[in-house]
Structure formats: C-alpha cells, structure tokens
C-alpha cells in the first residue's frame, strides 16, 4: 500500500515512513492510493472476528482492517501491538467500546474509557506503541508536535509518557482549556512531556505546527513528527471502531448483513473523527449517512448546507462549553475535499494552499461535485448551541439515566433532528462528563461521577510554558529541549 499528498506531490510513501513525518512535503496530507475494499463475505468474516466483542474480539478487527493499509511491518509484529493496545484492563470492558442504547434505534458508541477519558485514546494508545515501534526499529528518536483543544493533548501525552525515543511538545490555547483537561496536561512531570500555553485560540496553535511542519530544515534537522489527526496512523485507528460500532448495532442474523445500514453521527471540530468514518464508508462499511454535529463555530455545517469553507479568525472563533470543537479551520477537511473533487491534487492545492491564505475561503456551491457530499458520500450536518446543550444534557439523564458530556450532547441533538425512523444511529461519544464539570453542573446542579485515579488532579502542581503565537519562539523552544537529530 503505497500513499499519496493530498496537493498532488509525485512522491508515493509506504505507512511506516509517513507515520514519523506528518504533513506531505507540498503541504497536504497523506491518503492511500485507494481504499481497500470490505465486501459482503469480508464483512461477515470481520464479524466473526470481532465475536461480538468478546475478549481479544476488538484487537483481532483492529489487526485485520490496519493490515489492509500497513504491509511494512510484520504481521506478527502488527497483532502484538494490537493486543497490547486494546485490553480490557485499559479499556474497562472487553468491548472495549460497547454501544449504550438510549432508546430502539438510537445508540451512544462508548469511546471514551481510556486512561484519559476521551475518544482521542482509542487511537492515541495504538499510535504511542506504533512510534516506539518504529523508532526502536530505526533506531531513531522522534520530537513530537502537537496542538490542542482540549482532549489529543492529554490522550498523546499519556500514550507517550515515558516511551523511549520520544518527546512530546504540545500546544494548547492559554486559558481555554476546561479546568479537568488542563489539570490533566499540565500535571504531568515526565521528563519527555512539555506542555505550552499559546496566548491565542486553537487555530492559533493548529498554525503554529503547519509552520514547523513546512519548515523542511527544522522538521528534518530536529526530526519532528505529528500526532494531531493529520497524521494517517492516527485516523486509521478511527476506522475501526466504526467497524465495532457497526457489528454492534446490527442483526448478525441477517445473513451477509450488507443490506442492513447503520447511520453515524460524529460532534465535530477538525473533522478527523468523521473523516475516519468517511474512509470506512469507502471501504465498503454499509453507512447510510455521516452525520457532522458542531457547536456555535459552524465552518463544517456551513459547508455542508451551503457549498462555501469560510474560516474565521481568531475573534470570530467563540468560546463554547464544548470547546474541544472551538475550531474554525478544520485540518482533515482536505481529505475528504480531495476526495469529493475527485482526488484532483492541483484543485486542492488552489483552494487549501494560495485559495485559504489569500482570501479565507473557497466556494463549491455551484461545481457539481459539491451536490455529492450528500448524494454519493452520504454526508448531512447540523449545529447546536450552549442552550441546546444543556437541554439536551438534562433531557438524556431524565428520561435515560444517562449523563453525558457537552460534546456528546451536540451530537445527541443533531443526530435527533436527521435521524430516520427505520435506520439505526449511532452517536459516538466524545468524552465523559467530568472532563466538563461545570457544565453539567449548570444542567443537572450536581457534579459529575469523577474515576478515583483523578482524584484532586486540579490541585496537583503544574508544568506549563506560557508563550505569545509566535512559531519562531515555539522553535527556539524546542531546539532547547533536544539535541539535533
């Protein structure tokens, strides 16, 4: 399997190689040739794979969707790192991401029973062991630069803690992070972890790491890599709890199962998590509709209602009780562009390359691919607000018993609007709630159940740097914390 640049780069790279460097040399992000294809007597074969999430089930389908897509690392290699990523001892269930039904037909997916209690670790975990594969094979060591709005930073820091040939610089929005996921980061004492405040928003920080990561110099001298969800590896993982999800929520009785559609609804803010549900749709997954739930900051739903990508500026970019979602430039979006224009690399290149950087924005209402976001990639979208979050929290734990996060409650609220009667939905669930206490205590006038290892984190001392968005200080920064590669 061999990958290719979103921008049209003549270079093609196997797995291994762009699972260290990130962002294609031109700028864009890398995508396989082509989507393996799952068809009817696969699909049944994975489900009896995935055995109906008994233990072992989820690593074993974690094993045989990555082998479609990574043939430089031996087989045997590649399944022991599946089974020391998903245990139960990690994940607490052997499901490791057990469906939860609120009522017929309506289904949360739990992701978020990670070390850090967010969806980001289901893929966080695979990628930590992945990199300290790797480097260990080369030989190598690798400076990992990353930027976050609330949940990638913890879910890195805590797969890469401690991982031999790894540091970790990570970028955050100073002051915007829920107090849970500050505490979180910044506790942290691990020698190869160091947490910086951007005095700015996410976008901000997102910026600061395409900067460096275009810097070819620098990446290549300070041997820098990703692990936001522009790297391949890390949306790959994605994939295959859509899989799980999909087995889950369907009548393995019903002979191949290709007939029967589930749909997916996604809370949204880089889109990589709705991307990773994109490519399992290519690859044959019998998704009738993606769903994209955002929160105030709408760039994804304008797209999808209107045909136009607008980003916003910093002060254009709100600050919201789900703010793992305050994003107003979606970095994954590239992907599915290039793929919705039909992997033309130079069109891409002229809306995500001089198109944003000239004039903010790109506009496909009137090209006919765009109707096809909808008719042949099956995307729909929706957003929700401050008040339809905490509705949605309060209404979910009064008829449910159920008490989920901001996230997952933007999700609940859109997926409601478009579901249809005779088609499961899913909606993944982006984090537990006590990672956004002071929310669900304005919805419900109580906090939210907090695991014992977090006890008293907020008061923990704390290991941050504070610096203005300034890409020449964050590299100074990390030339002063490594030694050239």
Known sequence: MLYLST?????????????????????GLYLPERYPQVDAAALQRLRKVFNNGAPGGYAALAFEILSLYIDDIPAADLRALCDKTYTEAVYGTPQIVPLKPLEEGFLLEALSNGPTLA?????????????????ARRGEELNILGATSGDTGSAAE?????????????????????????AQMF???????????????FDDCQDIVKDVSNDLAFKRAYKIGTVNSINWARLLAQVVYYFA??????????????????SFTVPSGNFGNVCAGHVARQMGLPIRTLVVATNENDVLDEFFRTGVYRVRGSADTHETSSPSMDISKASNFERFVFDLLGRNGERVKAFFGEGLSREGRFDLSADPAFAEAASHYGFRSGKSTHADRLATIREVFKRHGVMIDTHTADGVKVAREVREASIPMIVLETALPIKFAETIVEALGRQP??????????????????????TEAVKAFIAEHCAVG
């Not at 990628?127 to 480097?135: I, V």
């Not at 506790?187 to 928003?201: F, K, P, Q, R």
């Not at 087995?247 to 589930?262: K, L, M, N, W, Y």
């Not at 159940?449 to 907020?458: N, T, V």
Request: hydrophobic share 35%; net charge neutral; charged share 25%.
């Open 7 to 27: 921008r049209g780069h003549a270079d093609r790279k196997r797995f291994c190689e762009i699972l260290l460097e990130g962002l294609a040399p031109d700028g």
């Open 245 to 262: 999800g999909y087995f889950q929520a369907t009548d393995p009785s019903s002979g191949s199962g290709q007939s029967e559609r589930v």
């Open 187 to 201: 506790s942290l004492m691990d020698e190869n972890i160091h947490n910086i405040a951007i005095e700015g928003v």
């Open 119 to 135: 969806f980001k670790d289901m893929a966080m975990q695979l990628l930590g062991n992945l990199f300290e594969y790797e480097l």
């Open 449 to 470: 159940d907090r695991p014992k290892q977090f006890d008293g984190i907020e008061a923990l001392p704390k290991r941050v740097k504070v610096m203005a968005s300034n």
């Open 158 to 182: 805590y797969a890469m803690r401690g991982k031999k040939g790894v540091r970790v610089f990570m970028l955050s929005p100073h002051g915007r992070m829920s107090p849970f996921q500050q």
